[in-house]
């Protein structure tokens, strides 16, 4: 297998925006998993389902960017719709992470449903047209690298908004012990209401790139989900620079993969290295640190 | 001891006729309790007794199946935990509840959570004042702290609002001996600064030395409550929990 110099830039090109678009939904599921202990099955459904109401909105005649910032407030209202109706119902039940997990994968069912009803099958956001440059031969639509900068700038917002926000502060002491949070004066049902809708966002905005990049089908949000349960186990849970280090592992690998051996083993593939992680380094790659 | 002592006949803290437990199991039996504003009260008792117990009935972590709870004379038997602390009533737990995976800074820093920020390099400086070796730590992580360490930043964590009454839940577990005197020190200098003060420990003579009152909790109820000084003198109380004379 000889790779030329203008796949290898096409495959880390792609491998890191798409990496880094998945960073989004991965680091989304791991916050929530972190402040509520919820396995968020449902993660993904978050970026399909902004993608189809922005997809919908732009059918209506509705221009680009106020459909997004609409699909965007979406995105939090049905984040916090989602622990306000579903999951604060299993709060102080045993069981509460197997409850959570079956509720999520419910909610998924019937997201998928309803947007296969709504949208039938693929669809894809009409991007900006802002231009292209050539990179080693290949014209390059501008739009992709302008995605993924916007991916990585959200994590660096979000990596800001923990460490020096009240707010963000109090996402990490939540995650850290809930007692503590509330005897110093923390309301740690508004922070879990708050970090749903926030994880929501996240991945609610990988939607929107993802949307505009590739396209966008009912299934998506499964396949995203998939890909940031892997992602979070392989970067180790609760780190988020390993979950940033494996998306775009993943992201790569991926990438590789569809290009030089075939669309159809892109799942092998991931699986492949998560059963790799998992026997070389059971803690995922930065486990125990964060 | 101090002869300055301001304490107020006015209560600061008091529980009235407390029933608490767990599911099935009752541990508080119509207790009563009241703390005057200004003093130093321990509160002593053998394992298990519910001393913990009652400092969460007190701060709001459980609530209990009877009884009230006022603070400063209002009634906040239903206030839920993260409100108290806005009313004046901080709590260091047994287990210190500090965040493990944040700074030593970032913990005292969500210590002012409830203020958003008020006053917060003033309230750090008088925290470092009071506890220079977690000036040293700030940036390393709480769970790698030492007994002792973690004590400090778990007491200086609620140094960081503005309260009025502080509750200690055994604050030498964990602690060399040689350390205790110290950290008892340092109790009495949170006191000096106009804060009343609740004191479980499992210390009952070294705790009743630098209580202004004592109380004894047994199977869940007070079966004793008087001036430091005096129990300290008590034939019963030396007999039972202060190792004989
Ligand atoms: N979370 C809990 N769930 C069930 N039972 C509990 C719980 N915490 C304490 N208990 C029980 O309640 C009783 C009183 O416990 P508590 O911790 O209040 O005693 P304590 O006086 O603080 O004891 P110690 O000196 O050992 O700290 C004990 O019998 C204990 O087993
Ligand atoms: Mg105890």
């Known amino acids: ?290 | 001891m101090d002869s300055e002592k301001h304490t107020s006949e006015r209560n600061a803290l008091e529980a009235n006729e407390i029933s608490a437990g767990y599911g099935e199991a009752q541990v508080l039996r119509d207790l009563s309790f009241e703390l005057q504003e200004g003093e130093i009260l321990s509160i002593v008792g053998p394992n298990g007794a519910g001393k913990t117990t009652l400092m969460r009935v007190l701060m709001g972590l459980i609530g209990p199946t009877n009884g009230s709870v006022r603070l400063y004379g209002d009634q906040i038997t239903d206030l839920p935990a993260h409100e108290r602390l806005g009313h004046g009533l901080a709590l260091v737990s047994e287990e210190r509840n500090l965040f493990r995976e944040m700074s030593v800074k970032e913990n005292l820093v969500m210590g002012s959570y409830s203020e958003r920020g008020k006053n917060r390099g003033e309230r750090l400086e008088r925290v470092f004042d009071l506890f220079p070796r977690l000036e040293e730590r700030q940036d390393q992580h709480a769970g790698t702290l030492s007994g002792g360490e973690a004590q400090m930043l778990a007491i200086g964590r609620s140094l960081m609002t503005d309260i009025r009454i502080l509750m200690l839940d055994e604050p030498s577990l964990g602690l060399a001996p040689k350390l205790v005197p110290e950290l008892f020190d340092k109790i009495r200098e949170i006191n000096d600064d106009g804060i009343s003060i609740v004191l479980v420990e499992q210390r009952a003579q070294e705790a009743l030395q630098l209580a202004d009152s004592g109380c004894l909790l047994e199977n869940g109820a007070i079966v004793h409550r008087g001036a430091a000084a005096e129990m300290l003198d008590d034939e019963d109380v030396i007999e039972k929990y202060l190792g004989g004379a």
Do not use: C, H
């Not at chain 1, 880094?20 to 396995?39: H, K, Q």
């Not at chain 1, 050539?134 to 501008?142: I, M």
């Open chain 1, 1 to 290: 297998m000889v790779v030329s110099i203008e796949q290898l830039v096409f495959i880390v090109g792609n491998g890191l925006i798409f990496g880094s678009i998945l960073a989004l939904v991965a680091v989304g599921l791991s916050l929530i998993f972190g402040v509520l202990d919820v396995p968020n099955f449902a993660q993904g459904e978050f970026a399909s389902v902004t993608g189809f109401v922005i997809v919908g909105l732009v059918g209506l005649g509705i221009g680009l960017v106020p459909s997004i910032i609409a699909g965007i407030v979406f995105a939090f209202v049905a984040g916090v719709a989602v622990e306000r109706l579903v999951i604060s119902k299993f709060y102080g039940r045993d069981e509460f992470l197997l409850l959570t997990f079956f509720a999520t994968f419910g909610i998924t069912i019937i997201s998928e449903n309803v947007l296969r009803q709504m949208f039938g099958g693929f669809r894809q956001i009409p991007g900006p047209d802002i231009g292209s440059i050539v990179v080693a031969g290949t014209s390059v639509n501008l739009l992709r690298p302008a995605a993924g900068a916007i991916a990585v700038g959200m994590l660096i917002g979000l990596y800001i908004f923990t460490r020096y926000t009240y707010m963000g502060l109090a996402m990490r002491a939540v995650a850290d012990d809930r007692r503590g949070a509330e005897m110093i004066g923390v309301n740690y049902e508004r922070i879990y209401m708050l970090t749903f809708g926030i994880g929501a966002v996240l991945t609610g905005i990988s939607g929107v790139l993802y949307g505009m990049l590739f396209t966008l089908s009912p299934t998506s949000g499964v396949a995203l989900t998939a890909f940031a349960f892997t992602i979070v186990v392989v970067g180790g849970v609760g780190s988020f620079f390993g979950t940033i280090l494996a998306s775009l592992l993943i992201g790569l690998v991926d990438s590789f993969t569809a290009t030089m051996v075939g669309s159809r083993w892109r799942f092998f593939a991931i699986f492949a290295v998560l059963f790799i992680v998992l026997v070389l380094r059971p803690e995922g790659l930065r486990g125990g640190s964060t």
